[in-house]
């Protein structure tokens, strides 16, 4: 298996530097329409982005699967886009071990655990899964705490870092560490049906409630500050960005 992810990181890096994806004035207008966290970024950062956002898009590999005939350019930049934001606060890191975006036009059937998914991550074969209904939900409403792409991404984030051999360095172990020390108490919050921030299903256990963090974290930042300003500032260290501040809400 590691043979395989070699040969297959190899392959990207190699298509990647031949063939790299460039970002054109049309498709940065796009974003500035369609993606609410680009939008708001001053203009260094938005240089930033844009050239952070060319290097995903030109490592991953993104693929129609369940009668989707074509992953368009759009489908590409705002995919690409959720995985530069979550990433943004690293100088290089754009989740290599994570090669191939499969796109679902809905809901689709797992013959492996007989349930319908939204979405997922496949660590073993370096796929993240995910449906293009539910990811366009996600975005519709930029304010509610619930976006499929982050969610994924946060799967795929958190997976990577327990991944040694992709060349790339995720958490640092004291932000980690200074995280974990809240989660358990707003995990019993969630399990016990308590007041709390976040929705039912980030109780399910560790894994799910860090996706489910960084959905709100992105989307719901001053409310989730107010939540639990301790929580919020560790996630600040964990993903080494501020949406309030890089987007000028303080």
Known sequence: MFGTHLFIDLINEARWKLF???????????????????????????????????????????????????????????????????????????????????????TYYSTINKIYHRGEVNPKHGLIVISWRCFVEGLADKSDGINLGIHEVAHALKLANWIQNDGEREFSPQAWKEYSKWVPGELAKVKSGQGTFFRESAGLNEHEFFAVALENFFERSREFKEYHAQLYQSLIQLLRQDPLVLMGKL
């Open 20 to 106: 790299p994806r460039k970002v054109s004035l049309e498709e940065v207008r796009f974003l500035e329409q369609h993606f609410y966290y680009f939008s708001q970024l001053k203009n260094p950062h938005k240089r930033e982005f844009i050239s952070r956002l060319e290097t995903i898009l030109s490592s991953k590999r993104f693929l129609g699967r369940g009668g989707l005939e074509e992953v368009t350019s759009e489908m590409e930049l705002l995919i690409g886009a959720t995985i530069t934001m979550v990433v943004f606060g690293w100088k290089s890191l754009r989740l290599a071990h994570f090669h191939t975006i499969l796109v679902y036009p809905n």
